[in-house]
T-cell receptor, first 114, second 109 residues
């Protein structure tokens, strides 16, 4: 069974540009989460999808971030326009049910904004 | 606010035992999880404590005291491959996991 896959693994862009990160969760996992880790700090929650619906987007930093999960399968996270402080590693995780302590993470997409 | 505190770095010798502590302050508590992350890799689930007490999984054990808002991860018979970052995470009332900043464990020969 394939794990959670994320693309790209690393992206370098200039301030003001747009980047779209993609996450393919484990097949059959209705719950999909986005997290971000900046400069060795905590792995910070961004948002939670249940199928195609946003269950909780309380962690999204501002309106430059847009997450979608059309069809309830893969998800994208777009940053537009990117700022320097958006640099970090963006992790996607999935789980078969909500409220579990066990999430299955991808290896992350490292974003560097210059 | 919500916060989890854990040491930033721990060093131990191969074959030894190490304990990584975690204290938390969150809005609602539904369990404490531990994750391991090797550099450049995915965080990987290690254990979950929903109730007070000790959970053992091989060389790793995890403990929870809800009255003290405290837990720890115990790693025994340390191996070089255990060098990694370890994160505690609390499941809060809105079903999401809140993570700490991680403890970097360095195992020396």
């Amino acid at each position: 069974e394939a794990g959670v896959t994320q693309f790209p693994s690393h992206s370098v862009i200039e301030k003001g540009q747009t980047v779209t990160l993609r996450c393919d969760p484990i097949s059959g996992h209705d719950n999909l989460y986005w997290y971000r880790r900046v400069m060795g700090k905590e792995i910070k929650f961004l948002l939670h999808f249940v199928k195609e619906s946003k269950q909780d987007e309380s962690g999204m930093p501002n309106n430059r971030f847009l997450a979608e999960r059309t069809g309830g399968t893969y998800s994208t996270l777009k940053v537009q326009p990117a700022e320097l402080e958006d640099s970090g590693v963006y992790f996607c995780a999935s789980s078969p049910r909500a409220g579990t302590g066990e999430l299955f993470f991808g290896e992350g997409s490292r974003l560097t904004v210059l | 606010g919500q916060s989890l505190e854990q040491p930033s770095e721990v060093t131990a010798v191969e074959g030894a035992i190490v304990q990584i502590n975690c204290t938390y302050q969150t809005s609602g508590f539904y369990g404490l999880s531990w994750y391991q992350q090797h550099d450049g890799g995915a965080p990987t689930f290690l254990s979950y404590n929903g109730l007070d007490g000790l959970e053992e999984t091989g060389r790793f054990s995890s403990f929870l005291s809800r009255s003290d808002s405290y837990g720890y991860l115990l790693l025994q018979e340390l191996q070089m491959k255990d060098s990694a970052s370890y994160f505690c995470a609390v499941r809060d009332s809105s079903y999401k996991l809140i993570f700490g900043s991680g403890t970097r464990l360095l195992v020396r020969p």
